[in-house]
């Protein structure tokens, strides 16, 4: 079986260049609405095609509030056999973006003033055409057909870049939120996950795993790309579930972790993979921890290749286990590893031992921590009138 076409670079940022305002430019006009997002009785919420908000936008909407923030929160993409097509979200961790009009900017431009946060936040690059907020900032506001005020934007990343934790989706999609937000929040959902997805294609690839889940919350499983179909996946309000975060002081390049996967695989593999995503999936919807972990831990395309790659790696996966994890994987193209179970102090347990593995067998420093499932997704935490 061929392997997918969106095979391609993730990375997070564009290297620097000099400049830091940018309207909006024609070359990144939104994936065209053949893009239509489709929900089945999966989703907890029912969203319109992409044509029918933006298309509602005639005249340019005033702003509401002088400055907004708002917060996307870390994803987890892939979950084991779910390569580019499943994700979730991850409450507690992620990025804040702070937006205001600003005087100083040319209308219909945005600008980024400010970028602080996680180690090398530093690093990535003011130029909203090639960062990752910026880019998806600007979709929002084409959307919007802004052309009277100027944004400025400030970017504070909670999320180390290159962690395997979506942090230019969490980026992205705060960003998008806040522009909605600054102008009364005409679009839909899917808009945003759209302008979100413009932002992904242009600097990590057009794969909606981390950005559908940082806008929409839970679970996401990306039914289509060509029209992108999402499904947003209910896990039941009742039921405990904890994520057990392990990150290794150590690059794991996305170029490097797509280069190392098969261009084939054997049928036998196709099979598997697809019986364990579809467990995965049952497993969400009926709040069952114990086989949403099997399923997480029985990827046998990508995470063996990968796995290899991060020193350490398959040992942790296998103290996880033993220190009584439902189930490990690599977080999106790592070098996170992630684990699941039902209790936050079973789930500190956990990590500490995960910890302990990586720097025994890996040689890596590491640090853990355990989050809950973000019901949520990307939203609005403050406003200025």
């Known amino acids: 079986m061929a392997s997918s076409s969106s095979l391609c670079c993730r990375f997070l940022c564009q290297p620097n260049t000099n400049s830091s305002s940018s309207n909006l430019s024609p070359s990144f006009t939104p994936k065209p609405p053949s893009a239509s997002l489709s ?21 340019e909407p005033d702003p509401v509030f ?41 209308p219909g431009h945005v600008s980024i003033s400010d970028i602080s946060g996680s180690p090398g936040a530093s ?28 944004l400025s934007l400030s970017l504070d990343k909670g999320l180390p870049l290159g962690s395997g934790l979506g942090s230019s989706a969490a980026s992205a999609a705060a960003a998008a939120v806040a ?4 102008f ?7 808009d945003l996950v759209l302008a979100g997805l413009e932002s992904e294609s242009k600097v990590s690839g057009y794969h909606a795993d981390n950005v559908a889940p940082a806008i929409m919350g839970g679970f996401v499983l990306i039914r289509s790309y060509d ?5 947003q996946l209910k896990f039941p309000g009742n039921a405990e579930l904890f994520f057990v975060l392990v990150n290794p002081e150590f690059e794991a390049p996305t170029k490097k972790m797509r280069a190392a996967l098969p261009p084939e695989i054997t049928m036998s593999h196709h099979i598997w993979n697809s019986s364990q995503a579809g467990a995965l999936v049952a497993s969400v919807l009926q709040g069952d921890l114990r086989g949403l972990g099997k399923a997480l831990s029985s990827d046998k ?46 789930g500190r347990e956990i990590g500490e031992r995960m910890v302990e593995v990586f720097m025994k067998a890996g040689d890596l420093k590491a640090v853990a921590m355990v989050k809950r499932l973000d019901r949520v997704g990307a939203r609005l935490v403050h406003s200025t009138p």
Not at 73 to 78: D, G, I, L, R
């Open 66 to 106: 002088s400055s907004v923030k708002s917060f996307a929160p870390a994803t987890v993409a892939n979950l084991g056999p779910g390569f580019d097509f499943l994700g979730c979200a991850v409450d507690g961790v992620g990025d804040f973006v702070t937006l205001r009009v600003d005087s100083d900017v040319r």
């Open 227 to 231: 029209p992108l179909e999402l499904i």
């Open 301 to 346: 395309i990508v995470e063996p290749r990968r796995a290899p790659l991060i020193p350490g790696m398959e040992s942790v996966k296998a103290a996880a286990l033993e220190a009584g994890a439902f189930g490990c994987t690599i977080s999106g193209a790592g070098p996170t590893a992630v684990a699941v179970t039902d209790n936050e102090e079973k």
């Open 184 to 190: 009364g929040a005409p679009l839909s959902v899917s």
């Open 39 to 59: 929900f089945s009785r999966c989703s907890t919420r029912a969203l319109p095609s992409s044509n029918s908000a933006t298309s509602l936008i005639v005249d």
């Open 179 to 182: 522009v909605n937000e600054l």
């Open 123 to 150: 690093k990535l690059t003011k130029n909203p055409l090639f960062n990752c907020a910026g880019i998806a900032a600007i979709a929002v506001m084409k959307m919007l057909r802004v052309r009277s005020v100027g």
